[in-house]
């Protein structure tokens, strides 16, 4: 049974930071390709960030870029996103996904888990 299972959500102030953990089980974590996309209030999916198997190669979404950081624990069967200099355009529920092969499109993705909530506000 796959599962993914996100944590570290919460609210923060405009400049905070906050890292978001997934925690992986049920699938061999350390072939796929992992990512974080976001949905904001009233909004489609948003891809945010990928990370390759080994964790060696990452991508961005220009909105993050310089200020999220995606990595992974292949040991942990975990991946992560530091997110800092946080603004209130930030805010949404995060999901991480699993894929064995990197798209930028999130409906190709093959697993999800449930979304931890991010609410940058003052």
């Known amino acids: 049974q796959v599962q993914l299972v996100e944590s570290g959500g919460g609210l923060v102030q405009p400049g905070g930071s906050l890292r978001l953990s997934c925690a992986a089980s049920?699938?061999?974590?350390?072939?796929?390709?992992m990512y974080w996309v976001r949905q904001a209030p009233g909004k489609g999916l948003e891809w945010v960030s990928a990370?390759?198997?080994?964790?060696?190669?990452?991508v961005y979404a220009d909105s993050v870029k310089g200020r999220f950081t995606i990595s992974r624990d292949n040991a942990k069967n975990t991946v992560y996103l530091q997110m800092n200099s946080l603004k209130p355009e930030d805010t949404a529920l995060y999901y991480c996904?699993?894929?064995?092969?990197?798209?930028?499109?999130?409906?190709?993705?093959?697993?999800w888990g449930q979304g931890t909530q991010v609410t940058v506000s003052s």
């Open positions: 996904a699993g894929s064995p092969l990197l798209s930028g499109r999130p409906e190709e993705y093959a697993y």
């Open positions: 049920g699938f061999t974590f350390s072939t796929y390709w």
């Open positions: 990370v390759n198997s080994g964790g060696g190669s990452t």
